[in-house]
């Protein structure tokens, strides 16, 4: 399975430095990167049309696991699945995970396996910290 992951952030900075930390550690053909984050004027916030931009792009049978951060990132991944063609949107999963910890386990996770439930599950979980000891 070809997934495509699609960070979002109000920073470009931020999803930057995801992509790379990720790139570093995940080898896979089957694995792409989308750094999101600002706007389409590199300025701070978040721009739907980039995501849809980018799903355009990606692979015509590329699954797509979104992370976002805060607020309107948010928002703005929820308003570009509704703009994506339903085809698009039936493999466009809006991931409910930590942004650094979610993305970096999903993918290195997606590298080795094409189970999406587990691929989901694994980012549901990284950002779990037992530091109550």
Do not use: C
Not at 90 to 98: A, I, K, M, S, T
Not at 105 to 126: F, R, V, Y
């Amino acid at each position: 399975m070809k997934t495509s992951f699609l960070l979002i952030s109000h920073s470009k900075e931020i999803t930057d430095g995801i992509k790379k930390m990720i790139e570093q550690m995940q080898t896979s053909d089957d694995v792409s990167i989308y750094s999101l984050g600002g706007t389409t004027e590199d300025e701070i916030g978040s721009d739907p049309t980039k995501i849809v931009d980018a799903v355009n792009e990606a692979s015509k049978e590329d699954t797509f696991l979104v992370f976002a951060d805060i607020g309107s990132a948010i928002l703005n991944a929820e308003m570009a699945k509704d703009m994506l063609e339903e085809d698009q949107q039936e493999r466009y999963y809006l991931v409910d995970g930590p942004l650094v910890e979610g993305a970096f386990a999903a993918a290195i996770t997606a590298g080795s396996s094409n189970d999406l439930e587990q691929i989901m599950a694994e980012a549901k979980k990284a950002g779990e910290k037992d530091w109550s000891s």
